[in-house]
């Protein structure tokens, strides 16, 4: 089914008015009734039986100068990961073409950084522009952006710049210090004014209650324009970083009511399962799909974090008669 990425509130099925209440509403009807009401909406806009699947590659590791309490890449603490450089061209290109042969239609490219600097943007849009020749939606993550280095990057070709907002307002400063809440959005609006679609999403299991990650559902629905990608992620377990003393696994079921309330909140967008997929069983990630979820990511690592195989995730998507490039 065709859909309109380019679509924003305009849109009669899209609203940017969303109060907290509605939300915790949603999120709280009966399992029935949420994931009905979910699957409908879901089946107005997109194919029920497809997921797209995507690809991620860390172009720099480490050392990252932000202090976010889950990140393993942050130097404010003692990890296991080392910094490395900037990758080469050839290597992301030969990268990208294997995430294509793998089935993934979006390659993903980030780079652990504040913002980037001239130099290095250069080299990522000579990136961008190889692997768009390859076929494949790109999108990057990079830090804050200037509306000058936005522009850029969408002369470039880029489709689609990530930039999560992590949690709810409330939470957010339990997290991380060294850049605001409003220092995200503001790259946000760079981004579109740039014309580039937004991926934009967060995080859950940091030690947040269930009424921040409705409050966080309610700030992506209210952007001037609702994301067109929508990443859920589940905390990857880090040692060594602040958040792993008050992370919980997320019970299941709020797991999946969450991502139905994604997608009655915001019907257009793409519901992304991200990083986490590894402690999701088959059957959670079905009762995902069928509550709107129609993205994951593939390939054996995301960043530093696992994921799972490629061959388990064909399994499962024939098993549930879902179609994408892996099955």
């Not at 490395?84 to 780079?111: E, I, N, P, S």
């Not at 880029?158 to 790259?187: A, M, W």
């Not at 990083?275 to 059957?283: H, I, K, P, V």
């Amino acid at each position: 089914m065709a859909v309109d990425r380019n679509a924003s509130h305009n849109n009669a099925s899209v609203r940017g008015d969303w109060e907290r209440a509605e939300a915790e509403a949603l999120y709280r009807l009966p399992f029935a009734d949420l994931i009905f009401q979910a699957q409908s909406v879901h089946r107005e806009h997109f194919d029920p039986n497809h997921v797209e699947a995507a690809s991620l590659l860390s172009l720099k590791t480490g050392g990252c100068p932000e202090d976010c309490g889950y990140c393993s890449q942050s130097a404010h603490y003692d990890t296991d990961v080392k910094a490395t450089r900037l990758m080469d061209r050839a290597d992301v290109v030969a990268a990208a073409q294997h995430a294509k042969d793998a089935g993934a239609t979006r390659f993903c490219m980030a780079a652990a950084w504040r913002g980037p600097k001239d130099r290095d943007l250069d080299q990522v849009c000579h990136m961008i522009s190889a692997v768009k020749g390859l076929g494949m939606e790109t999108c990057v993550t990079l830090g804050m952006l200037t509306p000058t280095q936005a522009a850029r990057l969408s002369d470039a070709g880029l489709d689609f710049y990530n930039h999560n907002v992590d949690t709810s307002p409330e939470f957010y400063g339990k997290i991380i210090t060294t850049r605001t809440l409003q220092d995200r959005i503001d790259t946000l609006a760079h981004v579109r004014d740039a014309g580039i679609k937004v991926c934009c999403g967060g995080i859950i299991g940091m030690g947040e209650s269930v009424n921040d990650r409705l409050a966080m559902l309610v700030l992506l629905a209210n952007l001037p324009s609702q994301p067109e990608s929508v990443p859920i992620n589940l905390w990857n377990e880090v040692k060594g970083v602040p958040v792993s003393e008050t992370a919980g696994r997320p019970d299941p079921i709020a797991v999946a009511r969450l991502v139905a309330t994604a997608r009655i909140m915001m019907p257009i967008s793409v519901v992304r399962l991200s990083a986490g997929r590894q402690y999701m069983t088959d059957e959670l990630q079905a009762l995902c799909f069928l509550a709107g979820a129609n993205s994951i990511f593939i390939g054996d690592v995301l960043l530093t974090t696992k994921n799972p195989q490629r061959d388990r995730d064909a399994n499962l998507l024939g098993r549930l008669g879902i179609t994408s490039g892996l099955a």
